[in-house]
């Protein structure tokens, strides 16, 4: 915000009217890879009607929108886009987890889906199911509200103390294992060529 | 319908047919496959190519090859099918496609490449299809295991103060 | 549009189209030239509108004129053809169910389908009726999608909550029926898993009443709309030679004059004793495959009226002296055979015996030719369980459909040919 304040002083009314706001008119980009995305057109559409909680602008450029939910399963071809669609998404945004897959890989815990979306991307809502039913998906939408207005600030404050990694260490002890096992890969070397869009990230 | 000892007349006699339940397959080696397909296309009436796919012996008991090529063909005037099966070893695993007789093998035939390694001479443009370009194994194969190899989890990381 | 790619003049979707349209060329690049130098190229990324999923395309554009495009697919591969050497049959069932996801329980039917025949199992007549009743409201399921999502991409949304609202009476249906209104994983080797009773029937009964109306309703908002027709005729043609050579099935190679359907041709379930049409026009462009789908929702509804009103009686499994079904529960719980049987089936090391063979069995999703390729090794496993993906065939003869066209017809020829990222990555 272009308002200069020092980082201590709390305008609470402005905080609590922009929570409102925001809340009441979370812009979703749907990320829907798979099944899940049925389930989210679903929830769009007239018997679940996303509409009542001003979420139905599904805007698919990612500079319009600020909840990213992220429904079915991401593979790795895939996560570099993903990372590169959630870098250009304004502040302040918040990402939905939809799904099995999103939360944790799923069903599919094989060479090519990432297990949990979570390890890569900052995650603040997890929706489980398999898919979700409709109404799972509009509690997490009136959860992410409730969370947007208990914790939001005007100067997306709440954002910038988030360091750390969300998910489960990217590498487990399992994968470690198995990479040191075959020594297949080299750690980097297959990343540096497949993502762009890591250049720009930092790491936790 | 297409004689086994027609084909067998013209290719040699080492053609071999088989029937499961309601499915008629002819096993061939490698040297007859383009004439025979060929052949199976102009002279017998199978236009279409129903699947290209491959199977990898190397846990199956008994096994004498390392893969098979399948072609499943189809004649759509009278309805028969036929599979074609083709033994295919390590280290040169390389067989002719068909490409210039049915289309629909293009992206059959970059799936077999790509998931398996056995590549087809003859094909216009035999890159990965399914796995990113990066990618350096062949994952249905079977030595290639469930989970990977650790590629799946090797990007950066993006933290909530650094998006 | 009247560039030499199509045939020039009107088209109602049903007149005779020359039939001798040669095979263009498809990967030639055309290269800028003092004529047309503003050659650029687009991205119509992975992450796209259009709401077909993770698939990208490569567009080489002069203007807004296609010249080229390329397309790169993989963004959903999760592994699917791994996952079924580790699955038994009846846990394979649940992934099968998340390949072409408008159409869960068509997957199952036909991954069941295809085991079955490598077994050797005959099913009980009303396992057959019952299988046939859901593959039919799934063939509507998967064209309701399709259609709708054609009229949203093409900027109709009304046709787009229409068919969705009916698509909900769908997963309704299907709950009572298992459970869950999505991915059911409702088939079993041998049978399903629970039978359906007369309130199921009823609620089938009231989904056909009120059907027709929907459909006469989306039918005046898009099939004379004079802006959904200029945006799909003649757009995306494909000749019956060319659809034959890139193996296309299903509703777009009936679109283009192939008449074939599985259900006719090599019938299985109960499609042999009922009555119904195989709608094939010659148009092979956008409009004629809306209008082939459109016809077969109807199609689909005539089937489901028969198969209802006329579904046997009997149990819905096959006997359990087959070592393939699990025994009632009642009979599980309170007779030693009954424990033994349950024993037999779901212990590890124990199972039914299954033919060192290999076999490849389709059915006719509503997507084409949907078959299994099934090693077996002895064991309740698939040794190798390849799926004949209609989705992916299709999409490979995208290039060659979309030249010179302009840049908002990609959308209308990607929905009318039905592309599910999840059966084209696999």
Request: glycine share 8%.
């Amino acid at each position: 915000m272009a308002v200069g304040l020092p980082e201590n002083i709390f305008i609470t009314k402005l905080d609590a009217a922009a929570n409102w706001a925001r809340s009441n008119s979370l812009w979703p980009m749907p990320f829907a890879t798979a099944c899940c995305g049925i389930e989210l057109m679903a929830t769009a559409a007239s018997r679940h009607d996303l509409a009542r909680f001003g979420a139905e602008v599904m805007r698919f450029s990612p500079r319009q929108c600020d909840l990213l939910i992220v429904a079915g399963r991401v593979v790795m071809k895939m996560l570099p886009v993903l990372q590169r669609i959630w870098l250009q998404m304004p502040e302040p945004k918040w990402c939905i987890s939809m799904g099995a897959c999103a939360c944790s890989g799923g069903v599919f815990d094989t060479y090519a889906v990432v297990q949990g979306i979570d390890r890569f991307i900052p995650v603040d809502m997890y929706v489980p199911g398999c898919p979700p039913r409709p109404e799972q998906l509009l509690q997490a939408v009136m959860d992410m509200q409730a969370k947007v207005r208990r914790t939001g600030t005007v100067m997306g404050r709440e954002f910038a103390i988030r360091d750390m990694p969300a998910g489960p260490a990217p590498f487990d002890s399992d994968e470690r294992y198995r990479i040191e096992d075959t020594r297949l890969v080299q750690l980097g070397g297959f990343s540096a060529a497949a993502t762009s869009a890591g250049r720009g990230a930092t790491q936790g | 319908m297409v004689c086994l000892t027609e084909l067998q007349q013209k290719f040699g006699s080492q053609i071999v047919e088989s029937h499961f339940r309601d499915n008629r397959r002819i096993d061939i080696s490698a040297s007859i496959l383009l004439p025979l397909l060929t052949s199976l296309k102009t002279e017998y009436g199978f236009n279409m190519l129903v699947d290209l796919t491959a199977v990898d012996w190397l846990e199956y008991d008994g096994a004498t090859d390392r893969f098979s090529v399948i072609y499943l063909l189809l004649n759509l005037d009278s309805g028969e099918r036929l599979a074609v099966r083709v033994p295919v070893n390590l280290p040169d695993a390389v067989l002719p496609s068909v490409y210039g007789l049915w289309r629909g093998a293009d992206w059959m035939e970059r799936e077999v490449w790509d998931m398996f390694g056995i590549s087809f001479s003859g094909h216009p443009d035999l890159r990965r299809i399914l796995m990113p370009e990066e990618f350096d194994a062949f994952p249905l194969r079977k030595d290639y295991p469930l989970k990977g190899r650790g590629e799946r989890h090797n990007f950066p990381v993006i933290t909530r103060s650094g998006s | 549009m009247t560039d030499g790619r199509v045939p020039a003049g009107v088209s109602d979707g049903l007149l005779v189209w020359p039939l001798s349209m040669p095979l263009t060329p498809v990967d030639t690049l055309e290269t800028p030239s003092a004529e047309r130098e503003y050659v650029w190229t687009l991205n119509f990324g992975p992450q796209h509108p259009a709401t077909h999923t993770t698939l990208r395309l490569v567009l080489t554009l002069d203007g807004e004129r296609v010249l080229n495009a390329v397309p790169y697919i993989g963004y959903l591969h999760s592994g699917f053809e791994k996952l079924g050497e580790h699955l038994d049959f009846n846990q394979y069932v649940t992934i099968v169910d998340r390949m072409n996801y408008l159409s869960p329980l068509a997957n199952e039917i036909a991954w069941h389908h295809a085991v079955e025949k490598l077994l050797g199992i005959e099913l009980t007549p009303r396992c057959k009726y019952l299988r046939t009743i859901l593959a039919e409201l799934m063939r509507m399921h998967d064209h309701l999608l399709n259609l709708g999502t054609t009229a949203l991409d093409l900027g109709g949304f009304t046709a787009f909550l229409y068919f969705f609202q009916q698509r909900e009476h769908i997963y309704d249906i299907v709950e009572l029926a298992s459970g869950q209104r999505f991915h059911t994983s409702y088939t079993r080797v041998g049978g399903v898993l629970f039978d359906v009773n007369t309130d199921w029937i009823n609620r089938v009964r009231k989904f056909i009443r009120e059907f027709p109306k929907v459909y006469d309703e989306v039918d005046r908002l898009l099939t004379k709309n004079r802006i959904f027709v200029d945006r799909t005729k003649g757009i995306g043609y494909l000749s019956r030679d060319e659809v034959i050579n890139f193996s296309a099935v299903g509703p777009v190679a009936r679109a283009s004059g192939v008449e074939r359907d599985l259900r006719r041709d090599e019938p299985y379930l109960a499609y042999a004793d009922l009555d119904f049409d195989v709608i094939c026009s010659r148009g092979g462009d956008c409009y004629a495959r809306y209008l082939v789908r459109m016809q077969e929702l109807l199609e689909s509804l005539k089937i489901i009226e028969q198969a209802v009103e006329n579904i046997p009686g009997g149990p819905v499994n096959i006997g359990v002296e087959s070592d393939m079904v699990l025994p009632s529960k009642p009979s599980v719980y309170r007779s030693i055979e009954g424990l033994i049987q349950h024993f037999e089936v779901i212990m590890p090391n124990r199972g039914y015996e299954v033919p060192r063979e290999q076999i490849y069995a389709a059915t006719e999703s509503p997507n084409g030719e949907l078959g299994f390729y099934i090693v077996g090794n002895a064991e309740t496993r698939a040794y190798r369980a390849r799926t004949r993906p209609p989705s992916f065939i299709h999409f490979s003869m995208f290039p060659h459909m979309i030249r010179n066209h302009q840049l908002s017809d990609v959308v209308a020829v990607l929905g009318s040919i039905n592309i599910i990222a999840a059966e084209l990555d696999r």
